[in-house]
């Protein structure tokens, strides 16, 4: 998978790099970003293996990094990212999505998401796409449901021995997703583009 910059009025998702582990480590130094992940980067070291890691799966094609650039603030404030492509079966996972505090509660996560929903049903082609998170992150939990995803169910212990919760959308439900988020965005103040 072969992603551009993916940009709307707010923010740039930009495909990540080495070089971005410095200011991806500034931006989550709140330990409440780190409550309620099944990892806890605490240092720049940690971040450069977190950074790496994301690479690495870029690599193998099964992964694509990208950081959050905020336009309003004019620095990187998290990341997200495609992971588990799976490209005979048209579908993947949009996941490992973290931000700083002070764009929680803004338009910042729903145009990521709406800009990566787009991508993937309209130029990747996805017929489906899962979002996953916690049991225990019930603001993540949240999130996915405002942006029109359907709950499954729970997956046991499935990473680093943690209970998550399955919510997906399919090809057939975007266009009526698409117009929802694209209203919630411009009732943001931020026409979607």
Known sequence: MIVNPLEGSRVLLIPME?????????????????ERLPVKVQSLEQMKEFVAQALEGKK????????VWDKSQGRIVGTTRYL???????NLNIGWTWYSEDVWRTSVNTECKYLLLRHAFEQWGAVRVELITTTVHSR????????????????????????????????????EKKDRLE???????????
């Open 140 to 175: 993540s939990q949240a999130a996915i449901e405002r942006l029109g995803a359907v709950r499954e169910g729970v997956l046991r212990q499935k990473y680093n021995g943690m209970d998550y919760v399955v919510f997906s959308m399919i090809d057939k439900e975007w266009p």
């Open 84 to 90: 588990r492509i799976a490209a005979a079966h048209r």
């Open 183 to 193: 209203g919630m965005l411009a009732g943001a103040g931020r026409p979607a583009t």
């Open 60 to 67: 193998r094609g099964d992964e694509f990094p990208f950081v």
């Open 18 to 34: 080495d070089s971005h582990a410095e200011a991806l480590y500034q931006c989550s130094r709140s330990p409440h970003i780190w």
